[in-house]
């Protein structure tokens, strides 16, 4: 991740170079004009072209000593709650998370999907300020205008934000105060998307510059299995001797222990190289506690490793590929 300020539960006030919201009453619920219902069966955000470039090319840090140990186990940064609270579906898609281009088949994603029907509510993540709600007619957070449709961005402490896109309906104004979990929309289909979900992201620093957001799935709080465990997460960080970050294809494989078969697989890509701007460029959350291998293979060579991932922590990993 490319911060870790303790989260202070601090709404900051609404600064004069925001974009002016639609007028909203935050008392009532306003239905926005969105797509219809009936939708595709492909559902997702779809990132027009052109896609401007970043710069960076390089880490600031690495996150674990990859001379010293196999992997590190932290605390995380979990301060975000999920945007959807069960009984609707609160986990991330698999199928386009964040910084992936779906086998090359889409533009790098910037934030993670919720797939939910049409008018599911959607919470806000943290306690904050709302700095805009209402349609996305200006290009003021992405290149393009009405690309997240109807959206609701709120900032938090330690100038961190949270983006709710492709909303039915909003029920905050700009310059109001949220809470953590209060109800803010709901699930739709507007802007640019196939199909009603929730796109979500999480942004740093400069909230309307398109490449400062984090990977979400490092925020958001763990979910728990129907046993009432609580998952892990695992970050990973692919580098060259130079600590540049490098684009590999992974395969993390899940064990209950190590003399057991395999119980689970995941095929990821890391991010695209225009998404690899801070110190990882692989993530997954969610995981059962227990033992995962990680395999990679680069330069002709296989880079294994073996992690663990405990209950409610975050594992990080460093692969330094010669």
Known sequence: MKRTSNFLIIAFILTSCAPIPIPISPTATIVLPQASPTSPALTSTIIPEPIPQSTATSIKSIPCGPKLEDYCITQGHFILQRPIKVPANDSVDRTYPYGSTARSTREPHHGVEFLNKFGTPVHAAADGVVVFAGADKESVYSPWQNFYGNVIVIEHADNLFTLYAHLSAIDVQAGQRVELGEKIGEVGQSGVATGSHLHFEVRHGDVENYFATENPELWLAPNTDEHGHTFGAL????VDKGA????????????????????????IETYSNDMALGNENAALSDLSAGSYRITLKMNGQLYERWVEVESGKLTEVVFVIK
């Open 244 to 267: 540049h970050l490098l684009f590999s294809e992974i395969t993390v494989q899940y064990y209950l222990d190590r003399s057991q078969p395999n119980v689970k697989a995941y095929y």
């Open 235 to 238: 970050m990973i960080s692919v």
